[in-house]
């Protein structure tokens, strides 16, 4: 990825910027209204409960199919923009889905000139021949509805000949909130004639893809996606940003903004999501040979333990159960491991949340993407750490996977303290459960179990891959340093912090999310259409 990108009027602005959009407080109460109130005369808009308050939702499914052309009236040319995470997956599930319900809009894919990325778009049935594939201005302004799904630092960059090359009436969608809070940081919006809009998949894009494809059987399954109407100018905006989401196979939908969308995807991913689960698993690897493990029993008592039975746990019986499922001394140790892990967690997610608030986390990517041609994103998994892993997982017995309770109670603990600095900064349930639970044992940590940490994080954005590698150190430190040393020193366990986490009406809302959950389990060594990265 070679970008070209222009950040003096960037670094010109105040982090005050970002300050006026900051997310409102959770102010409801269950019987008040819906938080997220929306509606629509195509889709089944309905009701759910989430521990104290009440969310609106849209169920998906393949049944929904006959409802897109109503979804998508007056739109006959989707342009999606861009080759990275996301488009390939995006592009595939809207065409197959548009196809089956016997619509004739077509998708085509626009790329830079010279991208080598042409060659994997034809791959899977794009080309110029049939004209679904392109240079990207090209295919920007034949578009009704222009799915910008380039790079963020990319997006930050090109921003303006995008909006230019775009026709009167054809609606901006995105996938993520980035620009947004770029084009705040240096005082500019988007163009005020247009629809734009957002549906934001809350997993990596081959996952999206992968789910779609096996759950062709079960009246589909994929990845819960965020959207949001930025700008209605045409009155449509709700209705085609809900068919997107159906089109795609999102299992349900659940509305946000661009501004709510940024802040908790950065720092989800900077979090629980990638980040954290690559620091605590280096700390606990090591700290489990100092206290005389081979390399091969830490890695299992750390990293599988994490993918291959806690997150499994959490993603069909909800977060607490992890601790319900403990008796006797594994308890105590949870509690020990809980007790010293959560305030250190807290602390580096919290300074995580002020970073990406403040637009310093968006310039951080912006200045990495500007770098990036000198200094190319290079391996995160060649420590001992996932060289072991790689012999520990040719060896794997998959039904014999231990749950360790101290990893356990670092895991839930950093999970926990992500879920409270969302949850404080006004973010509603549905947006901090996903970010924070559900795109982890779902989506991302099925890669790490199938093939390593950088199988997960090189297989997301390069928003996301810069973040983690940025904040995975800081994880690993703080806890090493803070909780596990006090844990050694016999700091009495935290009463109250165990306390909270047992009654912590996030267990509720989680329970209501697994029943929302598609039947279908992600499998990652299946065949798919879909092309995985791995950095050499």
């Not at 070679?2 to 019987?31: C, D, E, H, M, N």
């Not at 595939?92 to 016997?102: G, M, T, V, Y």
């Not at 679904?132 to 090209?138: K, S």
């Not at 759950?215 to 700008?231: C, P, R, T």
Request: net charge negative; with cysteine.
């Amino acid at each position: 990825m070679k970008l070209s990108i222009a950040i003096g009027a960037l670094f010109a602005t105040s982090a005050a910027a970002f300050a006026p959009s900051a997310v409102a407080p959770r102010v409801l109460s269950s019987t008040s209204s819906a938080l997220n109130a929306f509606s629509s005369t195509i889709f089944d808009v309905r009701d759910v409960e989430f521990a104290d308050t009440k969310e609106q939702i849209v169920q998906g499914g393949r049944d929904l199919f006959p409802l897109l052309p109503k979804a998508f009236e007056g739109i006959k040319e989707i342009g999606v923009i861009g080759w990275g995470s996301q488009a390939p997956a995006q592009a595939q599930n809207l065409r197959d889905s548009l196809a089956e319900a016997s619509m004739d809009i077509k998708v085509r894919i626009g790329l830079r000139d010279g991208s080598s990325s042409f060659e994997e778009a034809r791959e899977v049935g794009f080309s110029e021949d049939a004209d679904t594939l392109g240079e990207m201005y090209d295919i920007i302004k034949k578009s009704d509805l222009v799915m910008l799904l380039i790079s963020d630092a990319a997006q930050a960059s090109l921003y303006k000949e995008i909006f230019a090359a775009m026709k009167p009436g054809a609606t901006l969608g995105l996938s993520h909130g980035f620009l947004l809070g770029y084009l705040e940081s240096i005082g500019e919006d988007f163009p005020e004639d247009m629809d734009v809009i957002a549906v934001c998949p809350k997993g990596m894009g081959p996952s999206v893809r992968r789910l779609y494809e096996q759950g062709k059987e079960v009246n589909g399954a994929g990845i819960n996606a965020s959207f949001a109407v930025h700008q209605d100018k045409s009155g449509k905006a709700t209705e085609l940003a809900l068919g997107w989401g159906v089109a795609l196979g999102s299992p349900f939908m659940f509305e946000t903004s661009l501004s709510s969308e940024y802040r908790s995807d950065i720092y989800g991913e900077r979090g629980i999501l990638l980040g954290a689960v690559h620091g605590i698993v280096e700390s606990l690897y090591r700290r489990y040979q100092r206290q005389g493990m081979s390399p091969e029993e830490a890695f299992i008592q750390s990293s599988e333990s994490i993918t291959g039975n806690i997150v499994k746990i959490i993603s069909t019986k909800g977060i607490k159960a992890v601790y319900d499922g403990l008796e006797g001394d594994d308890k105590e140790i949870f509690e020990q491991a809980y007790s010293a892990s959560y305030l250190p967690s807290k602390e580096i997610l919290q300074e995580i949340y002020d970073e990406v608030s403040s637009g310093n986390e968006i310039r951080t990517v912006i200045m990495h993407g500007k770098r990036i041609s000198k200094f190319p994103v290079g391996k995160i998994d060649g420590t001992d750490t996932w060289q072991v892993g790689e012999k520990v997982r040719a060896e794997r017995d998959e039904d014999n996977i231990p749950l360790n309770p101290f990893t356990a109670g670092v895991y839930v603990a950093t999970m926990m303290a992500q879920i409270d600095v969302l949850l404080e900064a006004g973010h509603p349930y549905s947006e901090v459960i996903n970010e924070s639970v559900i795109e982890a044992v779902d989506s991302l940590c099925p890669y790490m179990h199938y093939r390593g940490v950088a199988f997960m994080v090189d297989n997301c954005s390069f928003t996301a891959k810069t973040g983690s590698r940025k904040w995975a150190p800081r994880f690993d430190y703080i806890l090493d340093q803070l909780a596990y040393t006090a844990v050694d020193n016999g700091k009495p366990v935290n009463a109250d912090l165990i306390s909270d986490f047992e009654n912590h009406e996030v267990h509720g809302a989680v329970t209501e999310c697994c029943k929302l959950r598609p039947t279908v389990d992600i499998s990652v060594d299946s065949a798919s259409s879909t092309k995985e990265i791995v950095i050499e």
